[in-house]
Protein backbone atom coordinates (compact mmCIF):
# COMPACT_ATOMS: atom_id res chain seq x y z
CA UNK A 1 0.00 0.00 0.00
CA UNK A 2 3.02 2.44 0.81
CA UNK A 3 4.68 1.80 -2.53
CA UNK A 4 1.24 2.17 -4.07
CA UNK A 5 1.14 6.01 -2.28
CA UNK A 6 4.77 6.92 -3.05
CA UNK A 7 4.37 5.78 -6.78
CA UNK A 8 0.79 7.90 -6.80
CA UNK A 9 2.67 10.83 -5.40
CA UNK A 10 5.59 10.47 -7.75
CA UNK A 11 2.77 10.49 -10.50
CA UNK A 12 1.11 13.40 -9.15
CA UNK A 13 4.47 15.46 -9.08
CA UNK A 14 5.43 14.70 -13.09
CA UNK A 15 1.92 15.91 -13.85
CA UNK A 16 2.15 18.76 -12.30
CA UNK A 17 5.88 19.57 -13.65
CA UNK A 18 4.69 18.40 -16.96
CA UNK A 19 1.31 20.84 -16.35
CA UNK A 20 3.49 23.90 -15.85
CA UNK A 21 5.87 23.46 -18.65
CA UNK A 22 5.61 26.64 -21.40
CA UNK A 23 3.02 24.63 -23.74
CA UNK A 24 3.72 24.84 -27.02
CA UNK A 25 1.02 23.79 -29.63
CA UNK A 26 1.04 19.90 -30.38
CA UNK A 27 2.58 18.57 -33.82
CA UNK A 28 0.26 15.99 -35.07
CA UNK A 29 2.73 15.32 -37.86
CA UNK A 30 5.34 15.31 -35.49
CA UNK A 31 3.35 12.44 -33.02
CA UNK A 32 2.71 10.59 -36.12
CA UNK A 33 6.44 10.37 -36.93
CA UNK A 34 7.14 9.71 -33.52
CA UNK A 35 4.25 7.01 -33.50
CA UNK A 36 5.99 4.74 -36.08
CA UNK A 37 7.72 2.67 -33.30
CA UNK A 38 4.52 1.93 -31.16
CA UNK A 39 2.61 0.81 -34.44
CA UNK A 40 4.60 -2.58 -34.12
CA UNK A 41 2.33 -3.34 -30.72
CA UNK A 42 -0.53 -0.97 -30.91
CA UNK A 43 -1.63 -1.36 -34.34
CA UNK A 44 -1.37 0.76 -37.92
CA UNK A 45 -3.23 3.86 -37.27
CA UNK A 46 -3.91 2.60 -33.26
CA UNK A 47 -5.73 -0.22 -33.98
CA UNK A 48 -4.61 -2.90 -31.80
CA UNK A 49 -4.56 -6.40 -33.69
CA UNK A 50 -2.44 -7.72 -30.34
CA UNK A 51 -4.06 -9.27 -27.50
CA UNK A 52 -3.85 -7.39 -23.87
CA UNK A 53 -2.29 -4.74 -26.03
CA UNK A 54 -4.53 -1.87 -26.15
CA UNK A 55 -6.31 0.33 -29.06
CA UNK A 56 -4.74 4.01 -29.10
CA UNK A 57 -7.01 5.38 -31.66
CA UNK A 58 -9.45 8.22 -30.73
CA UNK A 59 -8.57 7.74 -26.95
CA UNK A 60 -8.48 11.71 -25.43
CA UNK A 61 -5.39 13.55 -25.99
CA UNK A 62 -5.03 14.26 -22.40
CA UNK A 63 -5.75 10.74 -21.22
CA UNK A 64 -3.15 9.78 -23.71
CA UNK A 65 -0.51 12.58 -21.99
CA UNK A 66 -1.05 11.42 -18.65
CA UNK A 67 -0.88 7.67 -19.20
CA UNK A 68 2.94 8.13 -20.79
CA UNK A 69 3.67 10.46 -18.00
CA UNK A 70 3.04 7.26 -15.67
CA UNK A 71 4.89 5.28 -17.86
CA UNK A 72 7.57 7.53 -17.66
CA UNK A 73 7.52 8.30 -14.14
CA UNK A 74 7.47 4.44 -13.56
CA UNK A 75 4.17 4.27 -11.86
CA UNK A 76 2.62 2.41 -14.40
CA UNK A 77 4.75 -0.64 -15.11
CA UNK A 78 5.19 -2.58 -18.56
CA UNK A 79 8.48 -4.34 -19.62
CA UNK A 80 7.40 -3.07 -23.42
CA UNK A 81 7.18 0.19 -22.56
CA UNK A 82 9.18 1.21 -20.47
CA UNK A 83 12.77 1.75 -22.47
CA UNK A 84 10.56 3.53 -25.48
CA UNK A 85 9.02 6.39 -22.57
CA UNK A 86 12.82 6.45 -21.06
CA UNK A 87 13.56 8.14 -24.54
CA UNK A 88 10.10 10.42 -24.64
CA UNK A 89 9.87 14.07 -24.20
CA UNK A 90 7.40 16.56 -23.13
CA UNK A 91 7.14 17.56 -26.62
CA UNK A 92 6.79 13.99 -27.90
CA UNK A 93 3.68 13.05 -25.20
CA UNK A 94 2.06 16.62 -26.35
CA UNK A 95 2.78 15.57 -30.10
CA UNK A 96 1.41 11.36 -29.60
CA UNK A 97 -1.33 12.51 -27.25
CA UNK A 98 -2.30 14.48 -30.64
CA UNK A 99 -1.85 12.61 -33.13
CA UNK A 100 -3.52 9.55 -31.17
CA UNK A 101 -6.82 11.34 -30.45
CA UNK A 102 -7.11 12.52 -34.14
CA UNK A 103 -7.79 8.97 -35.22
CA UNK A 104 -10.18 7.30 -35.90
CA UNK A 105 -11.57 4.87 -32.74
CA UNK A 106 -11.76 1.47 -33.45
CA UNK A 107 -15.51 -0.01 -34.35
CA UNK A 108 -17.19 -2.98 -32.07
CA UNK A 109 -16.80 -5.67 -33.71
CA UNK A 110 -20.19 -7.57 -34.45
CA UNK A 111 -21.48 -8.91 -31.43
CA UNK A 112 -22.04 -12.64 -31.34
CA UNK A 113 -23.35 -13.02 -27.90
CA UNK A 114 -26.27 -10.22 -26.89
CA UNK A 115 -27.21 -11.80 -24.06
CA UNK A 116 -24.12 -10.91 -22.25
CA UNK A 117 -23.95 -7.63 -23.60
CA UNK A 118 -27.48 -6.79 -21.94
CA UNK A 119 -25.63 -8.52 -18.95
CA UNK A 120 -22.87 -6.04 -19.07
CA UNK A 121 -24.96 -2.85 -20.03
CA UNK A 122 -26.75 -3.33 -16.82
CA UNK A 123 -23.21 -3.66 -15.28
CA UNK A 124 -22.15 -0.69 -16.58
CA UNK A 125 -25.58 1.08 -15.66
CA UNK A 126 -25.07 -0.30 -11.98
CA UNK A 127 -21.59 0.95 -11.62
CA UNK A 128 -22.22 4.26 -13.17
CA UNK A 129 -19.60 4.06 -16.05
CA UNK A 130 -21.32 6.86 -17.62
CA UNK A 131 -20.31 9.22 -15.47
CA UNK A 132 -17.04 9.34 -16.29
CA UNK A 133 -16.47 7.84 -19.20
CA UNK A 134 -19.85 9.74 -20.62
CA UNK A 135 -23.01 7.84 -22.04
CA UNK A 136 -21.23 7.12 -25.23
CA UNK A 137 -18.11 5.53 -23.13
CA UNK A 138 -15.87 7.70 -25.61
CA UNK A 139 -13.77 9.26 -22.21
CA UNK A 140 -13.42 12.75 -22.16
CA UNK A 141 -10.41 15.08 -20.93
CA UNK A 142 -8.15 12.58 -18.81
CA UNK A 143 -10.87 9.54 -18.83
CA UNK A 144 -10.46 6.56 -21.52
CA UNK A 145 -12.45 6.00 -24.17
CA UNK A 146 -13.85 2.46 -23.63
CA UNK A 147 -16.14 2.11 -26.53
CA UNK A 148 -14.56 -0.58 -29.27
CA UNK A 149 -11.26 -1.09 -27.09
CA UNK A 150 -10.05 -5.19 -27.28
CA UNK A 151 -12.21 -6.90 -24.73
CA UNK A 152 -9.69 -9.30 -23.47
CA UNK A 153 -7.67 -6.21 -22.37
CA UNK A 154 -10.70 -4.49 -20.55
CA UNK A 155 -10.99 -7.61 -18.67
CA UNK A 156 -7.37 -7.33 -18.08
CA UNK A 157 -7.56 -3.67 -16.73
CA UNK A 158 -10.33 -4.14 -14.44
CA UNK A 159 -8.52 -7.23 -13.28
CA UNK A 160 -5.72 -5.01 -12.64
CA UNK A 161 -7.56 -2.50 -10.91
CA UNK A 162 -9.27 -4.83 -8.24
CA UNK A 163 -5.73 -6.44 -7.87
CA UNK A 164 -4.38 -3.07 -6.88
CA UNK A 165 -1.96 -3.30 -9.92
CA UNK A 166 -2.86 -0.56 -12.02
CA UNK A 167 -1.76 2.32 -10.73
CA UNK A 168 -2.19 6.22 -12.47
CA UNK A 169 -5.36 8.47 -13.05
CA UNK A 170 -8.60 7.88 -11.64
CA UNK A 171 -7.05 5.01 -9.98
CA UNK A 172 -9.02 5.27 -6.74
CA UNK A 173 -11.97 5.72 -8.64
CA UNK A 174 -11.37 2.51 -10.68
CA UNK A 175 -10.37 0.59 -7.81
CA UNK A 176 -12.98 1.23 -5.77
CA UNK A 177 -15.31 0.50 -8.90
CA UNK A 178 -13.31 -2.82 -9.53
CA UNK A 179 -12.60 -4.15 -6.10
CA UNK A 180 -16.96 -4.86 -5.56
CA UNK A 181 -16.71 -6.48 -9.30
CA UNK A 182 -17.39 -10.00 -9.66
CA UNK A 183 -15.45 -11.74 -12.35
CA UNK A 184 -18.67 -12.77 -14.26
CA UNK A 185 -19.21 -8.81 -13.80
CA UNK A 186 -15.90 -8.18 -15.24
CA UNK A 187 -16.84 -10.55 -18.31
CA UNK A 188 -19.95 -8.53 -19.13
CA UNK A 189 -18.69 -5.40 -18.93
CA UNK A 190 -15.64 -5.88 -21.05
CA UNK A 191 -18.23 -7.82 -23.83
CA UNK A 192 -20.47 -5.23 -23.69
CA UNK A 193 -18.22 -2.19 -23.95
CA UNK A 194 -16.22 -3.54 -26.92
CA UNK A 195 -18.98 -3.85 -29.06
CA UNK A 196 -20.61 -0.66 -27.70
CA UNK A 197 -21.67 0.92 -31.03
Not at 158 to 179: E, F, P, S
Request: aromatic share 8%; glycine share 8%.
Amino acid sequence: MRRQFISSAISTVALFALAFLPASAADVAAGKAKAEVCAGCHGENGISQTENIPSLAGQPDQFLQWQLVFFRAGSRKNEQMQPIVEEITNEDIRNLGAYFSSLTPPKGAEDGDPDLSKKGAQVAAGRRCASCHTDSYAGTKAVARLAGQREEYLVKALHDYKAGQRVGGGVAAMADVAYHMSDEEITAVSHYLAHFK
